[in-house]
C-alpha cells in the first residue's frame, strides 16, 4: 500500500523551518598555570556535629591582585580527581550550603553547567578577599556512602573539605588548615601543628594544596600512637583509633611486627621519600572500610579484633604493607599519566599495573618479611590470587591493560559479573606478572639478581624527596634490562596487551609449583572469608555467599552461572532444608557420587522464589600450592638481618 504524502502546505512549512544547532560551550574554566598563588588561604574546618555527620568549613581567600583591582570573574574548584582513587570521585554531591562574602556582604555565585565543579563568583571591584563557609554533608549510614563520622571517631580527607582557586598548579597554593576536634579526642597525619591551637581546636603550618590533599586526618575518642622509627631516625608512627578502648590493647611483639615493615621496606627500597610517616589505622565496624595511600602517611581500616584477634585477621594484614609501598610506588614514582597540575584535569591510567600492581606484589612480600604474615599464608594468599584470576573468564576478550581504565569506566561500582566484566585487575593480576618478573630474574641471573634490585634502582632515587618523580614504559623496561637483560618490552606486551585463557602463573611454574585444589579450604581463605562475612564456594559451584545467605557473586560459566544463579539473590535452602553453609559443604561433597541426584538450591529473587538443580559432582575445591615452593621461599625471606622474631610469635 502506498503511503499517504503530506498535506502540499504541512510540507512547505517543514522546509521553511530551521534545524536546531548545538548551543555553544560556556567559556573554559581558567587552565592551571604554574605560578605562585600569591596569597596564603586559611581553611578551618569544624568536626564536632558527630549527630549530624556534618563537617563545617570557612576559608578566607586574599584574591589575586588583578582580580582585586578590576573585580570580575573569579573561579573555585571543589576537587574531582583524587589521587589514589584514579578517578572523578570527588564527592561533590555532599557539598552543602555554599555562601560567599565579601565586606559582610553576600556575592551570588554560579555553578559551571558544563564542568559541574566550577563555582563562577563575580566578585566586585576592590574586594581584596572572600569569605567563603560551606559544609560537607557526609553520609549517615552506609546506605547512603562511606561513613566519615561516628560517635567515636572521624576521617577529615581534605580533598572533600576544601574549594581552591582554579588557574594554578595546586603546588603553587598554599594553606594555612585548623581543624576542630570533639573535646578529649586525639588524633593522626602527616600534617604538623604550628602550636597557636587552643582547647579543641589545632592549627597546622601552612602548606601547598597538594601536601595538605595527601595528608588526611583520622581523629578519635579512643586513641594510641606507637612509635616505629628504625636507626636512621626518621620518624615513623602507628596512629591506631578504634571502637572500643580495649580494641588497643597490642603486644609488644605486634608492635615488632610493624617495625620490621618499616625495616624491610627501607632495606629494599634503600630510600624513603618522606620528611616523616604517619600510618593512620582505625579499627571499626562503623567508620567506612578504607585503604588508601598517601606520599607521608596512609589511610587504613581493619577488624576491631586486629590486634585482640591477632591469630584469626592475617587475611587483611598485607594492607598497611600495601599503602607503606605506595609512598615509593604510586607517590614519589608515578606514571606519567597520573600525575595532573591540579584536582580537576583528567588522569590516565595505563600505568596501574605497576603503580598498583607492583604495590600488590610488595605488600605480600613485605607482609611476609615483617611478620605481619607467616610465610605459609602468604603463599595460601597467592595461590588463591592464582586461582582466580586464571578462573576469570573475562581474560579471554579483555586485555589486562584495558583494565586499567575500569576506575573511570565503573568508578568502583557492583558489578553483575565480575568475573566475566573483569574489573580492577592491575592489582593482583598485575601482581602475578611481578612475581612471573621476579623469579625470571632470579632464573636468568643465576640467583644473584631480583626484581629487589629493580626496586632499589627505579624507587630508590633522589633519597629524602617528597617531590614525584614520573616515568613511562621505557624507563621501566630500561631499568629492568639494567638488572637483567632480557626482552622485558615483549615480556610485558604478551602479559599485558593480549588476550589469553589462563593468568601469568609461571612465577610459580617456574620453580616447581603449582596450584592445586583440594577440599580442606587454607588458613589464609578461613581468615580472608571471615573478615569478609562470606562462604567461599567460587571454585565448586562457582559462587560466593554473605553471611546473611545473599549470593555476592556468581563466577561466570560455572555450575551456578549454568542455571541461571546471579548475585543479589538470596539462597534460602538446599535441598529443602534452610540453607547453612556447613550444610551445604556436607550436599556437595555429597554429590562426589556420581549417581547423586543434583543438588536443589531454592533461592528468593526479590518476590520471586524458584529452585534450581546443579549438576556438580567434582566436591569441595580450595586453592593451594603443591610441589616445590622452595624458590617462593627465597621471594619471601626476609633482608638483612634475622626479622627479630615476630612471625608467629606476634599474637603471644
Known amino acids: 500500500m502506498a503511503l499517504a504524502c503530506a498535506p502540499q502546505g504541512l510540507a512547505a512549512e517543514a522546509s521553511a523551518q530551521s534545524q536546531p544547532m548545538p548551543l555553544p560551550l560556556p567559556p573554559a574554566v581558567p587552565a592551571p598555570q604554574d605560578v605562585p598563588f600569591g596569597s596564603t588561604i586559611a581553611l578551618s574546618v569544624d568536626g564536632t556535629d558527630l549527630a549530624r555527620h556534618i563537617l563545617s568549613m ?38 552543602g550550603g555554599l555562601t560567599v562574602k565579601a565586606d559582610g556582604k553576600i556575592i551570588p555565585w554560579l555553578r559551571d553547567t558544563v564542568t559541574v565543579s566550577a563555582f563562577h563568583i563575580d566578585v566586585p571591584q576592590g574586594t581584596k578577599q572572600l569569605e567563603v563557609s560551606y559544609q560537607l554533608l557526609t553520609p549517615v549510614s552506609p546506605k547512603v556512602g562511606r561513613v566519615v563520622m561516628t560517635d567515636t571517631m572521624e576521617n577529615v580527607q581534605w580533598s572533600a573539605v576544601s574549594l581552591y582557586p582554579a588557574g594554578y598548579f595546586t603546588r603553587q597554593i598554599m594553606v594555612h588548615p585548623s581543624v576542630t576536634f570533639p573535646a578529649g579526642w586525639s588524633y593522626g597525619t602527616a600534617l604538623r601543628s604550628d602550636g597557636t591551637g587552643s582547647g579543641s581546636k589545632v592549627s597546622f603550618q601552612p602548606v601547598s594544596f597538594n601536601t595538605l590533599v595527601d595528608s588526611p586526618i583520622f581523629a578519635g575518642k579512643y586513641f594510641r600512637k606507637f612509635d616505629l622509627t628504625q636507626d636512621d631516625k626518621v620518624s615513623v608512627t602507628l596512629n591506631v583509633m578504634a571502637d572500643q578502648p580495649q580494641d588497643l590493647a597490642a603486644t609488644d611483639a605486634q608492635i615488632q611486627a610493624h617495625k620490621n615493615l618499616v625495616k624491610q621496606a627501607n632495606l629494599l627500597f634503600g630510600s624513603h621519600h618522606y620528611a616523616h610517616y604517619d600510618f593512620l589505622l582505625a579499627l571499626t565496624n562503623k567508620l567506612g572500610g578504607i585503604g588508601l595511600e598517601h606520599h607521608q602517611s596512609s589511610e587504613n581500616s581493619g577488624p576491631r579484633g586486629y590486634f585482640t584477634h591477632w591469630d584469626k585477621t592475617f587475611g587483611m594484614r598485607d594492607l598497611l604493607a600495601h599503602e607503606f609501598t605506595h609512598s615509593w610506588n ?31 606484589y610488595w605488600g605480600y612480600i613485605l607482609a611476609a618479611r615483617a611478620g605481619l604474615m607467616t610465610v605459609p599464608q602468604v603463599k595460601d594468599a597467592l595461590a588463591e590470587v592464582a586461582a582466580v584470576y586464571d578462573n576469570r573468564q573475562g581474560r579471554q576478550w579483555r586485555p589486562l591493560i584495558d583494565t586499567t581504565n575500569d576506575p573511570i569506566i565503573a568508578q568502583r561500582s557492583p558489578e553483575s559479573w565480575r568475573s566475566w566484566q573483569r574489573s580492577e585487575d592491575y592489582y593482583s593480576e598485575g601482581q602475578l606478572v611481578w612475581l612471573d618478573a621476579d623469579t625470571l630474574i632470579r632464573k ?3 640467583n644473584t639478581k631480583s626484581l629487589n634490585d629493580f626496586a632499589k634502582a627505579f624507587f630508590g632515587t633522589n633519597n629524602g624527596s617528597v617531590v614525584t618523580s614520573t616515568y613511562n614504559f621505557d624507563e621501566i623496561v630500561k631499568t629492568l634490562n639494567a638488572v637483567q637483560p632480557y626482552d622485558w618490552a615483549k615480556f610485558l606486551h604478551e602479559r599485558l596487551y593480549n588476550t589469553s585463557t589462563h593468568a601469568p602463573l609461571d612465577g610459580f611454574t617456574r620453580g616447581g609449583a603449582n596450584v592445586v585444589y583440594t577440599e580442606k579450604p587454607s588458613d589464609y581463605v578461613k581468615s580472608y572469608s571471615d573478615l569478609r562475612h562470606v562462604s567461599d564456594f567460587m571454585f565448586s559451584l562457582g559462587l560466593t555467599v554473605s553471611k546473611k545467605g545473599s549470593v555476592s557473586e556468581v563466577l561466570w560459566g560455572s555450575p551456578a552461572w549454568q542455571v541461571g544463579v546471579t548475585r543479589d539473590q538470596d539462597l534460602v535452602a538446599v535441598n529443602g532444608v534452610s540453607y547453612d553453609p556447613d550444610a551445604l559443604q556436607d550436599e556437595i561433597t555429597n554429590a562426589k557420587n556420581k549417581d547423586a541426584a543434583p543438588i536443589e538450591l531454592l533461592l528468593r529473587d526479590g518476590e520471586r522464589y524458584h529452585t534450581v538443580a546443579v549438576t556438580y559432582h567434582g566436591g569441595l575445591r580450595y586453592p593451594h600450592l603443591d610441589g616445590n615452593t622452595q624458590l617462593l621461599d627465597t621471594v619471601l625471606a626476609p633482608l638483612g638481618a634475622q626479622n627479630d622474631a615476630a612471625g608467629s610469635a606476634a599474637g603471644k
Open 58 to 95: 570557612k576559608e578566607t581567600i586574599p584574591l589575586p591582585t588583578r582580580i582585586a583591582q578590576k573585580g570580575g570573574d573569579f573561579v573555585l574548584l571543589y576537587p574531582m580527581w583524587l589521587p589514589g582513587n584514579h578517578s572523578p570521585s570527588g564527592t561533590i554531591d555532599q557539598l
Open 330 to 360: 604510586g607517590k614519589y614514582r608515578r606514571p606519567d599519566g597520573l600525575w595532573a597540575p591540579d584536582f580537576n584535569t583528567p588522569q590516565r591510567g595505563t600505568g596501574l599495573w605497576v603503580y598498583e600492581g607492583q604495590t600488590q
Open 444 to 446: 636468568l641471573s643465576g
